[in-house]
Each structure stands twice: as structure tokens, then as C-alpha cells.
């Protein structure tokens, strides 16, 4: 629930502020705005990604989570200041505020799932429901924000953003359950891992635990430490911050240790770096296609659409999350029962993204951009269910924090890179030249998949 109303606001609020940043840049510099903005966006997520891993591995995760949410909720009132004093500058700092803090609650949310329910069959549900009202909250938030952006103003549209920011603190406030096991785990042996037990485990597969009993044999006394000393003071020092990159380092070293866990992370980085062309350039298309759309109407309906880059860009997110939504139940379905297929199901996935993302990049209106948008997003519910169950099943809960922080800042500083040569390209060749050339990458990333899944296979024969 508490996903659901802050992701509403997010879209109710990326709407109006990405039209707004379209209408500041001015013609001809669009692209490298909207980069600029996707960048403050996202870098955050990079630079504390690996502060935010070590602290939910440390610290009460539902805790993070709520302050994480009162602080966003205050954040989110500065696209007021932004929107009265028609500043670019102001729209760049205030997003990148909102995402720093971002980095912690994404970091503790990711790593709470696994204490909430067991077993591979309820994390793939869960994942599942996580990847359907995120795509629903596209689909609700994107249309309300192109409507609210019009009729109420953006004034109104930002200050309901920050509005769900404390209703989603309300919300996590109430979860009762455990998010952290530091306690629960206390004491246990080898026969566990996170919690759950190897026979439960060896469930996903044999491929997929290959290797899994050599990274836990190497860390079982370094996450017994972080069991026994969750360290719930944590003060910015010197010597606060060694320890934390220290820790980061480890997580960083257990991911390297599982053969399945590296692939899975150098793929990831394949796809954030085509991705970030997509991300970078869905508002302009949206932008534009929308004008197009709108002067193909009427003389009294074009009256009615009194922004028309704002009814595009709403347009767009509106296929995207209607896409998400149809493409959950479908990620469960093909996931479901095939615990030692769920890497064939992602890398299949992934190939067909990156295919996506190429034909959308050839479309010539907007609805037929949308059509494109809906079949893509269905398809990357699947590789993206099939990706996180992945993960979580192979991480020790003593690690989660920093896999799920360290996987979050791999991808995004692939997207920030994307996004930064993207958003220039697209001023200067286009930005359906752009946007090919991302889906091609995301294509290449899912072929190696197969690759890099079939040398791991011959490795352990």
C-alpha cells in the first residue's frame, strides 16, 4: 500500500515536471536537458547506493523506509520553488535531493521482501505483485498527472506528490512482521542460509546454486559478525565511513565469489546502458508525438488540450504502466514452477527488451508508440520477476542490503552514462537513431546471458 499512493505521487509529479523541463530547455537543447535532469535523478542512487547497503544490513529496514519518506515529503515541496522561478538549476538539485534519499528507502524495501515471505514460489509472488502495482501506478499516476497538470496546475500536482510521501510513511508504519533477521538468525549454523534452509534452497535448480556453497563457506564467520552487531548508532566519521566502504567491499566480494550472482550483475550493467537511451528519451518522443497527435485534431478538441507535450509525455507513461500491468500475472505464469529454468526465462526476456526498444524507435505516431510500449513493458515484467527471485534466492539476508544496493548502483551508473551521450546524440542525430542503437545493446546483453550462463554450466561440469 504504501508503494502504491508514493508511486502514484511519483507519476503524478514526473509528468509535470518533465513537461516543465521541455519548456524551460527551449528548442534545440531538450535532449541534453532532459539528460541532465534523468542524471540528477539518477547519479544519487550511484554515489549512495553502497552508504545505503551497509546501513539497512544494519539498522531497523522499516525504520529507514518511513524517515526516508517524511524527508522525501519535504523534498518534494522544492518544485514549488523551481516552478516560480522557472529554474532549471532548481529542478536538477531538488530531484537529485529527492533520489539520495531514494537510495536508502529502495535499498531497505528490496531487502525486507525476502523476510516477508519464503520459498521461491511466494518470492516470486510477491516480486510479481511488487512489478504490478509499480506498472498500475505508471498507468494511474501518469494519466492523473497529465489531467491534474492541466486542470488544477503543477503547483497543485507537486505539492500532492509530497502529500504521498507521508501516507506511504503511515503505511510501512503499520507492518509489524520483522524486515531485518539479524536476530533471528543469531546463532545458527551452516545448515542455513538466510534464514532458509539448503534443502529449500537447492529448489531453484542445480545451476543456479552451483557455487553457493563456496560463497557461504567463505563469509559464514564475516556475516555472523553483522548478525551479532547490527550497529543501530551510526554516526558520519571517519572512521563510520571506512567501515562502511569495508562492508560494501565485502558485499561486493560475495557477489563476485557466486558464479550465477556475476553474471546476472554484468548483464544488468548491459541493460542499464541501453536502457538509459530509453529513459532519456521516452518524454521527448512523448513530447513531440503528442503535438503531432494533437494537431491532427479538431479545432474544439484541440482547444481542450491545452498542453499538448504534457498530454504526450502522459500518453506514453500511460501505455507503459497499462504494459506493467498486463505483464505481471503473465511473469508469474511463465516463472512459476520453473525454478531451474529462470535463467533461460530471463535471458529470453531480456533479448526480447532490447527488441522492443528497437521497434519503438521506428514508430510514427503515438499511438502507435504506445501499442509498442505496452508489449515491451509486458515482456520486461517477466525478465525483471525472473531476475530479482534470482537474486534474492541467492543472497544471505547479512548481505542483502549491499547486493541489492551494489546491483542499483551498477545499473545506474550505466544509465547515467547512457542517459549523459544519449540526451547530447539526440540534439544533434535524432532521436530515433538513439534510441535503435540503446535496444541494440539490450539485445547483445541478453545474448550474453546465454553465454555467460553456458561457461558457468561447462565450469562446474
Known amino acids: 500500500m504504501g508503494q502504491v499512493v508514493s508511486e502514484v505521487g511519483d507519476w503524478l509529479n514526473n509528468i509535470a515536471v518533465l513537461a516543465l523541463v521541455i519548456q524551460l530547455a527551449g528548442e534545440g537543447s531538450v535532449g541534453l536537458a532532459i539528460a541532465v535532469y534523468a542524471i540528477a535523478r539518477h547519479l544519487p542512487l550511484f554515489l549512495f547506493g553502497p552508504v545505503a547497503g551497509v546501513i539497512v544490513d544494519r539498522v531497523d529496514r522499516r525504520r529507514v523506509m518511513i524517515a526516508a519518506d517524511i524527508l522525501r515529503a519535504a523534498l518534494a515541496l522544492g518544485f514549488l520553488i523551481a516552478n516560480r522561478y522557472s529554474s532549471l538549476a532548481a529542478i536538477y538539485v531538488v530531484g537529485a535531493a529527492i533520489f539520495s534519499v531514494s537510495a536508502f528507502f529502495n535499498a531497505a524495501k528490496r531487502a525486507s521482501i525476502p ?20 506498472a498500475a501506478t505508471i498507468a494511474v ?8 497538470s492541466t486542470v488544477l496546475g503543477r503547483d497543485a500536482v507537486f505539492v500532492l506528490n509530497a502529500l504521498t510521501f507521508l501516507a506511504s510513511a503511515e503505511m510501512i508504519r503499520r507492518i509489524r512482521a520483522r524486515t531485518s533477521r539479524e536476530r533471528e538468525t543469531e546463532g545458527r549454523g551452516d545448515g542455513e542460509t538466510g534464514g532458509r534452509k539448503d534443502g529449500e534452497m537447492g529448489r531453484i535448480g542445480e545451476w543456479e546454486t ?3 556453497l563456496e560463497a557461504r563457506s567463505r563469509f559464514q564467520h564475516s556475516s555472523q559478525r553483522n548478525r551479532a552487531s547490527p550497529s543501530p548508532r551510526l554516526s558520519v566519521s571517519p572512521s563510520v565511513l571506512l567501515r562502511a566502504a569495508s562492508d560494501f567491499r565485502e558485499g561486493l566480494r560475495y557477489v563476485r565469489r557466486d558464479r550465477v550472482l556475476s553474471a546476472v550483475f554484468v548483464v544488468a550493467a548491459g ?5 538509459g537511451a530509453a529513459r532519456a528519451l521516452y518524454s521527448i518522443f512523448g513530447a513531440r508525438l503528442g503535438e503531432q497527435a494533437v494537431e491532427g485534431l479538431g479545432a474544439g478538441l484541440r482547444s481542450v488540450v491545452e498542453r499538448p507535450t504534457d498530454f504526450g509525455i502522459s500518453a506514453l507513461f500511460v501505455a507503459m504502466g497499462i504494459g506493467g500491468v498486463l505483464g505481471a500475472p503473465l511473469a ?4 512459476s514452477g520453473a525454478a531451474g529454468g529462470l535463467g533461460a526465462r530471463m535471458g529470453r526476456s531480456l533479448t526480447l527488451d532490447g527488441c522492443g526498444l528497437a521497434l519503438f524507435s521506428l514508430m510514427p505516431n503515438l499511438w502507435s508508440a504506445g501499442l509498442v510500449l505496452i508489449a515491451r513493458e509486458m515482456n520486461f515484467a517477466i525478465w525483471w520477476t525472473a531476475q530479482q527471485t534470482l537474486v534474492m534466492k541467492r543472497t544471505k539476508d547479512a548481505f542483502a542490503g549491499r547486493v541489492f544496493a551494489s ?15 544519449s540526451g547530447a546524440a539526440a540534439d544533434r542525430v535524432g532521436i530515433r537513431a538513439v534510441a535503435a542503437g540503446g535496444g541494440s545493446v539490450v539485445i547483445l546483453s541478453g545474448l550474453l546471458w546465454f553465454i555467460l550462463r553456458r561457461r558457468s554450466e561447462a565450469m562446474k561440469e
Open 271 to 275: 541493460w542499464g546502458l541501453g536502457n
Open 115 to 134: 523476510n516477508l515471505v519464503s520459498g521461491t514460489e511466494e518470492l516470486l509472488g510477491a516480486n510479481s505483485l511488487s512489478a504490478s502495482t509499480t
Open 332 to 335: 508469474r505464469r511463465f516463472n
Open 141 to 148: 499516476g501518469s494519466a492523473l498527472g497529465g489531467i491534474a
Open 210 to 212: 552451483g557455487g553457493l
Open 407 to 421: 546491483y542499483e548502483t551498477l545499473t545506474t551508473l550505466m544509465m547515467v552514462g547512457s542517459m549523459l551521450v
